[in-house]
């Protein structure tokens, strides 16, 4: 059974910094793509940044480039996304989710498992 749980998600102030991970279970990590998308009241689902399920290699919407990083660590089969300089607009209930696709992707349906979110507060 394909499991993702998030966790991480609070209240921080801007410019402060948060961690999200994304627990897996239920299929190999180096498999699958895994996808952050943040989802704002009134908003589309977007997609933040993407981890690649062969090499690592990532990517970014430009909104959040070189302020987050994803990462993942095998032996925890959890995925990491490291969120600094955060700004109000980061304000959102971020998912992760997986895609059976070689490489990495912001494409929401290039996705098939998706996590329930966690809520991101960045507010004075």
């Known amino acids: 059974q394909v499991q993702l749980v998030e966790s991480g998600g609070g209240l921080v102030q801007p410019g402060g910094s948060l961690r999200l991970s994304c627990a897996v279970s239920?299929?190999?990590?180096?498999?699958?793509?895994i996808g952050w998308f943040r989802q704002a009241p009134g908003k589309e689902r977007e997609g933040v940044s993407s981890?690649?399920?062969?090499?690592?290699?990532?990517l970014y919407a430009d909104s959040v480039k070189g302020r987050f990083t994803s990462s993942r660590d095998y032996a925890k089969n959890t995925v990491y996304q490291q969120m600094n300089g955060l700004k109000p607009e980061d304000t959102a209930v971020y998912y992760c989710?997986?895609?059976?696709?070689?490489?990495?992707?912001?494409?929401?349906?290039?996705?098939?498992?998706w996590g329930q979110g966690t809520q991101v507060t960045v507010s004075s």
């Open positions: 989710a997986a895609g059976l696709y070689y490489g990495s992707t912001l494409i929401r349906d290039e996705y098939d498992y």
């Open positions: 239920g299929f190999r990590l180096d498999y699958y793509a």
């Open positions: 981890i690649s399920s062969d090499d690592g290699s990532t």
